[in-house]
């Protein structure tokens, strides 16, 4: 390819990767929110467009910058969770130096593309703004249950995130290696996990919509009085999550291995009690128990992914 074809190329990647974008003052904050990371979840995008319909155009415009963003999109468009690797477990300062280095047709897979065209733009975004950056990777599951956040116990992000009425999992953004919230942490974002819910339940869209209306104005980029649909988001979301633990810690993570035969006992959902010794799941090793009483998180009903289920308690402070 000549140079003004690798432009193109890099041009229409930058115009598919990028669901829309609000900007107002740009000494403001400046939101991020990646969506499709995997690509069968795709509630994320929808909820990113939602939000951003509802501000385009308001009165006064937004204090800062809202940019959605597709992050796998050769996944998203062929519906799996990935194509060649999991691209939420390849955040690593070696793999993105890499990737940085490397031409595209010589990377190994197709997310490590997907990884070096998203850094394209999210390289450039603190050179935008002189506010804070505050970066929302939204996923969904395939349980059944409630939705959660995934994010560091840091006070100040807790005492943020507490205003989306969302459960938060303290502990998760340690355990599982190689994420992108996990590598913009330690970039000095605020960055967290959304699990807006089963890839197709019908609430899941809506009530990702909501969390990030709440985070927008949690931040303040937009304030109640301007925005009609926040008072409804609200009240919605305090109902929604009412007799669910606010603050979480992981207490038990099962991994499974490749061979693993891994088949979770049908019927758990979210936030599911679970008692010692339990019966959760099994493998060719045989029964799989609960090692410890808790609550059950993102029980795995589907062949891809690594992470058979976690057990959370709550957290003391
Ligand atoms: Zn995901």
Redesign the pocket.
């Known amino acids: 390819m000549n140079n003004s074809s690798v432009a193109k190329v890099k041009t229409e990647d930058i115009n598919k990767r990028i669901i829309g974008a609000v900007e107002g003052d740009p000494d403001g904050p400046t939101v991020v929110v990646l969506a499709g990371?995997?690509g069968n979840?795709r509630a994320g995008v929808e909820a990113v467009k939602n939000v951003i319909g509802t501000l385009h155009g308001i009165e006064p415009p937004i204090d800062g910058h809202l940019l959605g963003l597709r992050a796998n999109i050769s996944a998203l468009e062929q519906n799996m969770?990935y194509i060649d690797e999991d691209m939420?477990r390849i955040w690593f300062p070696s793999v993105i130096s890499e990737v940085r280095e490397t031409p595209e047709k010589e990377l190994g897979s197709s997310e490590r593309v997907e990884m070096k065209r998203l850094l394209r733009i999210l390289d450039n975004i603190e050179n935008r703004t002189n506010g804070p950056v505050i970066l929302a990777d939204v996923?969904?599951?395939s349980a059944d249950g409630w939705m959660f956040t995934i994010t560091s116990s840091d006070p100040k992000q807790r005492k943020l995130l507490s205003k989306l009425h969302v459960p938060m999992v303290f502990g998760i953004e340690e355990s599982l290696l190689g994420t992108a919230l996990g590598y913009y942490q330690k970039q000095g974002f605020v960055s967290f996990g959304l699990?807006g819910g089963q890839h197709r339940h019908q609430l899941t869209e809506y009530n990702t919509t909501a969390s990030l209306m709440l985070l927008l104005q949690a931040v303040g980029c937009i304030e109640q009085q301007y925005v009609d649909q926040i008072k409804k988001y609200e009240k919605h979301m305090r109902s929604h999550t009412k007799y669910l633990p606010v603050e979480t810690e992981l207490v038990y993570q099962h991994i499974i291995e490749s061979g693993d035969e891994f088949r979770m006992q049908p019927g758990y959902k979210n936030f599911q009690p679970v008692k010692k010794g339990e019966w959760l799941a099994s493998d060719k090793e045989g029964k799989i128990v609960a090692r410890c009483d808790g609550y059950i998180l993102m029980p795995l009903y589907q062949s891809q992914g690594n992470d058979g289920f976690f057990i959370i308690k709550e957290h003391e402070s």
């Open positions: 990371m995997h979840e969770r939420n996923h969904t599951f699990e």
